[in-house]
């Protein structure tokens, strides 16, 4: 737990502490904070879309559907960044003559969310208690800035982690962030929520 808060402040000290952990320790990391982006995201759809999904389900349905919701939402949260995303830029690593294993990879995919985690739960209440305060306009407005910040708070932990773990330059880590940053771009282009 120390690793994960201590990552948005002392980045490169964390990554050297992973680079020496067991692959074991390495992916239960990671499973679990790609999962909590998961359940967040989840619940910040639900939250988002409730009054569609209580149209669907009566009463107490409602809940569990968004109970269920969130479980599928980290699930797949889970299978995108720890596997797919994993072995597209543990190949591109490799490509670039990266000496890191999958689960380094993985692990710095993993730490890179943790920004994401914590200011999307911070996110998750302001949209909550700004609805009534701020127009929908000044609210996007200020939900894709934090977006963007949030996203290139990432990159840089992710550039750090493929430095470190991968045992990189850092253009060479730059290069294989690239696959995030045209992640971000199609976000940003097919988002209608700016958030998560």
Known sequence: MKNIVEILYKPVQVFVRLDEMFVDD??????FIVGILGLVTGGYTCFAEYSH??????GGGAIGACIGIALVTSALFVLLYNF???????????????????ADTRCAIAYSLVPRVFISCLLLVL?????????????????????????????????????????YGIMKAVINS????????????????WIL
């Open 53 to 58: 999904i209580k149209e669907f389900f009566s």
């Open 178 to 193: 690239l696959p995030m940053v045209g992640i971000l771009v199609v976000r940003l282009i097919l988002s209608e929520h």
């Open 84 to 102: 797919v995303l994993t072995y597209l830029l543990y190949g591109i690593g490799r490509l670039l003559g990266a000496s890191g294993l999958i």
């Open 26 to 31: 390495l992916n239960s990391n990671s499973n």
């Open 127 to 167: 949209v909550v208690i700004s609805e009534s305060l701020f127009s929908n306009a000044f609210l996007k407005w200020v939900l894709l800035s934090l977006e963007i910040l949030i996203w290139l708070w990432g990159l840089i932990l992710l550039v750090i982690g493929f430095n470190t773990l991968n045992k």
